[in-house]
């Protein structure tokens, strides 16, 4: 039987894409906040995101700690995609949104 080959997680950074790790308060109402960090192959950053009741999300990203620089307009733009998707998703299903949401995105 074949299996594919395990890929270890060796730290927070992916080597390529980018990783979101976000979480809100389970029990807090509507906007909904987020906090957490966005990680790319060269740097991190904190993120908070809002999320309105009908869906509106805003991004608001950090600079990395090591080397200062700000994010770029493309990440701050990914987050909000993954987590509008994740937002409407739960929605559809008549569920509560995420309270953590976890996601990689590859290069495009």
Known sequence: ??????????????????RIALERDKHAPAPFRYRGAVYVPDASFEAEVTVTEDGEVD?????????????PADVAEKVRLIVRTVHRQAKADGEPPAWKINRWRGDK
């Open 1 to 18: 039987m074949w299996y594919p080959p395990s890929v270890p997680i060796t730290g927070e950074r992916p080597e390529r894409g980018m």
């Open 59 to 71: 991004v608001s990203l950090g600079a990395d700690p090591v080397s200062r620089a700000a994010a």
